[in-house]
């Protein structure tokens, strides 16, 4: 049967398409939470915004530079803080499952490797933690 | 003792008669614990209505035809047990983010292209004689790709994607899980005729991640796995000099 033959002989069939409710992603707790774990770039945006202001305020010198120490900006910066630690630990578990390669031809675990990104976050944080400490001395 | 019964609600559109689906009651037994949805479908369709229309074939979890939306979820009807929800009631829809055909029929027009498109079969440059012997693989070989050739296409992933329901263009779950079934097949040297279409924009970067497509499929399928490593696969093969060797 030709391509034309083909197409004249179906028959068009009216069908209804549903559109995707705008709260979709509160059908489940799975969608919810990827939500969340999408969302929590916003904060963390906006509060390494912030540091780029502070940075540029301390450039002009100690002198009259004062670090932000007011209870909101603490209660911002902490939740900040819980935001960016949920972002990283969802971020390094699925690592775990992007993550894949072979040793002496075996498949390395995926436990392994999750276990290997909290491990190089860990040392990287008390490294980062040490020099900022260290500089402030 | 009183007849178990149990409540099934189901999207009925009729597309000369109806401008949009609405949800038909009907109280049918519940004769047996080993009932499934889809028999209550067929008891509905034999006992009570039978303009009812939906797919099914195999009934034992094989052919993915059955598979629609029970209480939300994408589900096989054929392996979803009525006495999960018993005394509650059962609402049976359509496979979401399908165009609705008749009651619970989808169009699986879109399904069928995309997983045309991404050439599921193995690719080879030049065809080995027949008299050259079979293409043997290590079982570490068949382990590399195993999990993703159990697929039997029943559209449940894309059902339960919001990626694809915002975006019918995104090549989705399954035909990705495909596509690295055969890249991933030391058989093949198909990759590269497959790389326009799994890393083009409506490809694999159009998945941000919800995972829910590995959460339903009722083969054990990790489609959201599948996409991840290909996005990995495609940008190492973009990055490094040597990628684009075969």
């Known amino acids: 049967m030709s391509a034309e033959t083909e197409t004249s002989s179906r028959v068009a069939t009216r069908t209804y398409k549903p559109a995707m409710p705008a709260g979709w992603w509160l059908r489940k707790g799975h969608y919810f939470w990827y939500m969340v774990r999408e969302f929590t770039a916003l904060p963390l945006a906006l509060w390494l915004l912030w540091l780029l202001y502070e940075i540029q305020r301390a450039g002009r010198g100690p002198s009259g530079y004062y670090p932000p120490s007011s209870t909101p900006f603490v209660v911002f910066s902490v939740i900040c803080l819980l935001f960016a630690l949920y972002h990283s630990i969802t971020f390094l578990r699925l690592a775990g499952v992007i993550l894949h390669f072979k040793v002496m031809d075996k498949p390395v675990p995926s436990g392994l490797v999750v276990a290997s990104q909290f491990g190089a976050w860990l040392v990287a944080s008390i490294v980062i933690g040490a020099v900022l400490i260290g500089f402030g001395r | ?246």
């Open chain 2, 1 to 246: 003792m009183a007849e178990k019964r149990i409540t099934v609600r189901a999207t009925r559109f009729d597309p000369a008669k109806d401008s949009e689906p609405r949800l038909q009651s009907y109280d049918i037994p519940f004769s047996d614990d080993s009932m499934v949805v889809l028999d209550a479908l067929n008891y509905i369709k034999s006992h009570v209505d039978g303009s009812l229309s939906y797919r099914w074939s195999c009934r034992m979890g094989i052919c993915g035809s059955c598979g629609m939306t029970v209480n939300g979820t994408p589900k096989l009807t054929c392996s979803a047990f009525l006495r999960d929800y018993w005394p509650g009631s059962i609402t049976i829809t359509p496979l979401n983010n399908f165009p609705i055909v008749r009651d619970l029929v989808v169009d699986m027009e879109d399904f069928m292209e995309k997983l045309k498109s991404i050439k599921p079969w193995i690719i080879r440059k030049q065809e080995m004689p027949l008299g050259a012997g079979e293409h043997r693989q290590t079982m570490e070989q068949i382990d590399d790709f195993r999990q993703f050739s159990q697929c039997i296409n029943c559209m449940l992933c894309y059902a339960a994607c919001p990626v694809y329901g915002l975006d019918d263009k995104f090549l989705g779950p399954a035909a990705i899980a495909l596509a690295r079934r055969y890249n991933l097949d030391s058989r093949d040297q198909g990759t590269k005729e497959r790389l326009p279409v799994i890393a083009h924009s409506d490809g694999v970067w159009e998945c941000s991640f919800v995972g829910e497509c590995s959460v339903v499929c009722p083969k054990g399928v990790d489609p959201a796995k599948a996409i991840q490593q290909t996005k990995l696969d495609t940008s190492v093969r973009f990055i490094l000099p040597y990628g684009n060797r075969e």
